[in-house]
């Protein structure tokens, strides 16, 4: 399978770079987190659901499903990677943006719709998250889903990975990886999939996809290019994380892996810096981190 080179040194730097991000459904590092956590955060995240107009405080969620906010807290933020707060204000602006461009509705009635109790609040939140005001959104007429309802997985294995495990990715992987990515962009408000959706093909017919997979569920994912020899995606699903789960850019990974800090950088509105990799032959070769 890894005969040519480059493939062979992608998916090693693959496994060097899983091995020190992945942690396999934990609570603390090491100890499993059990079946409770899950039904406890279950409920916590369909309680969400069905009051997404509504307040969603730590306080009044936590009173809901029976759990003290501290507890409430810890356990939410180690499984799915942000705060309740984020999350539940990144799932009301979602729908606030469906709304937008699918009804007629009012701003004004949206955004009470969505939670807020003034449209000043609504619009400076979303302003916030979506780099645009509501009414500009609206004209655009393009909706993107920044946060889908999360789903949550059970633990399969705990073992350490292996080079081995790391598999070209097939077209069959193709539904698995875009909800990855969509779980992993986390806070770009713009994203064409019908264009991604054609590179990703492409990268699995040339076999620059890479994948691990803890059962069904797809855990990491990289896609590169041999020239320039750049990295176009590399995402680990957020409740498999260790660290810094919310961190979506690897900062300290890519500088293990031999990436130098190059430039900050603006895309979407996000600060970004370039990183280079200078291989033996004094080349460089680019990627960009949140």
């Not at 939670?115 to 993107?144: L, V, W």
């Amino acid at each position: 399978m890894y005969r040519n080179t480059f493939l062979h040194k992608a998916a090693i730097n693959m496994k060097t770079f899983l091995q020190e991000s992945v942690i396999i459904r934990t609570g603390k590092e090491g100890i499993p987190m059990g079946d409770n956590s899950l039904i406890c955060i279950d409920s916590v995240i369909a309680y969400i659901e069905e009051n997404l107009n509504g307040n969603l405080d730590l306080g009044t969620v936590a009173d809901a499903v029976h759990y003290s906010k501290y507890h409430l807290h810890r356990v939410f933020s180690e499984t799915v990677g942000m705060t309740l707060h984020d999350y539940a204000n990144r799932r009301q602006l979602t729908e606030a943006a469906k709304l937008l461009v699918f009804s007629d509705k009012p701003i004004i009635e949206i955004a009470s719709i969505c939670g807020y109790e003034s449209p000043q609040s609504f619009t400076s939140a979303f302003k916030a998250m979506y780099k645009t005001a509501p009414a500009q959104y609206r004209d655009k007429g393009c909706f993107y889903p920044l946060q889908l309802r999360f789903t949550l997985h059970q633990k399969q294995s705990a073992e350490k990975y292996t080079l081995h495990q790391i598999q070209l990715a097939l077209f069959s992987d193709i539904p698995a990886w875009m909800d990855l990515m969509r779980l992993v962009i986390d806070g770009y408000p713009v994203m064409n999939e019908t264009e991604y959706l054609e590179n990703l093909k492409e990268s699995i017919l040339e076999k620059r996809a890479l994948v691990l997979k803890d059962g069904p569920v797809l855990i990491g994912a990289l896609a590169f290019s041999r020239s320039p020899g750049s990295i176009d995606f590399l995402g680990i699903h957020p409740q498999y994380r260790k660290g810094d789960k919310a961190d979506t850019g690897y900062r300290n990974m890519l500088l293990k892996l031999g990436f130098s800090e190059r430039e900050l950088l603006t895309e979407y509105g996000y600060p970004t810096q370039r990183f280079v990799y200078q291989n033996r032959h004094g080349e460089e070769k680019d990627h960009a981190s949140p």
